[in-house]
């Protein structure tokens, strides 16, 4: 029998958001899972899983019943001749990394953090970079979930497959996820060469950069005209480095949040600092060479408000060049570096923002020095008109303003995604506050 602990306090790793569940569960199986269900319809409670907790937004909070699927992690089975694997859905993406170099394999796309769990990292339309490559959800090949009434159902390309084409974008809005099975490739070297160069020379040769590199990115330092580039390309190479030894010993990241500190009483700091990090940070080109995953996860060290929108490719550049130009209308708006500019394959995913069309995101954030807290509500705004006006869809897992008549604008697969969540939960036991602004 599955025990629920009264008295846990859920906060997200960005202390932006928690909440306080009635009943915090942690079950072991699959059985367990469906006591909870149970015990939910009984008391006409909702319920929201939680896994690694990185959502910068409100999606997983709840005053109800809270499933963390931590003790859910299991590799199930790795098919070596297809390269696929299939795992407990509460399994971190860091775990599941070395569990895969055991088997020789790997995810051929991953994010900047892997303390992750899966059926979040897809629920929440998880990407990185690289125009060649989908959102981490385009990687599944099936999953299984349990419903709202308890019935567990398969879905892939072949069964269930409208199921399918909602589940791997899910939000937590269509039942529980139990098992993924990701399609992996052999495992892999990448090479990383960082340089620095200027928002216009990016801007006007970036079909040549996005050719140039299988997993290009750039970011810009707001308030300046400086960009650091990212090219990161699958080799041959041994492991090996030549990082900034003023980023590899964390120096500046202790210096860059005292004078973010600073700055929140001398707001007019802010350019200069973004100044002073690119040319200490990020001046001159750097190479190493280490295993996929190391090269594509990133320390996030500091506390911070996160937007990020995707839009069509081709605007980009307007994008980009109307956001400067309305900070430097506005010098009293303060704008932390960096500006992170990543792009994604187009699918045909419901909810994803990259739905039917190849996508820019366009990545703002603003630091939080201590957990001190930081003006940052009339960029966020002129940033996200921006992005309407472009054709921009927010990435779920952020905090936006949208509401359920943004989406029906924004996705032409949205009242597809209502009509099967719907069928599958018509008392709303997997809704929350987050949810029920994306669908009423």
Known sequence: MVIGHAGFKFQNWAETYGSQPELYFQPTSVEQVKEILDLARQRSKRVKVVGGGHSPSDIACTDDFMIHMNKMNKVLKVDKEKKQVTVEAGILLAELNEELRNYGLAL??????????????????THNTGIHHGILSTQVVALT????SGEILECSESTNADLFQAARLHLGALGVILTVTFQCVSAYYLQEIQFSSTLKEVLDNLDEHLQTSEYFRFLWFPHTENVYVLYQDPTDKPPSSSANWFLDYAI?????????WISTFLPRLVPWINKFFFWVLYKGRTERVDISYKVFNF??????????????????????????????????????????VRFAQGDNILLSPCFHRDSCYMNILMHRPYGKDVPFQQYWLEYETIMKKCGGRPHWAKAHTCTSKDFEVMYPGFQKFCSIRESLDPTGMFLNTYLEKVFY
Not at 108 to 125: R, W
Not at 301 to 315: E, L, N, S, T
Request: hydrophobic share 50%; glycine share 6%.
């Open 108 to 125: 051929s796309n991953l994010g900047a953090v892997s303390e992750v769990a899966a059926a979040g990292v897809i629920g929440t339309g």
């Open 145 to 148: 979930m349990i419903t709202a």
């Open 252 to 260: 500046g990241y202790y210096l860059l949040e005292f004078l973010l």
């Open 299 to 340: 320390e996030c060290r500091f506390r911070q408000h996160v937007q990020d929108w995707a839009i069509p490719i081709d605007k980009t550049k307007e994008a980009l060049l109307e956001l400067k130009a309305w900070l430097d209308r506005n010098p009293k708006v303060v704008a932390h570096f960096p500006v992170e």
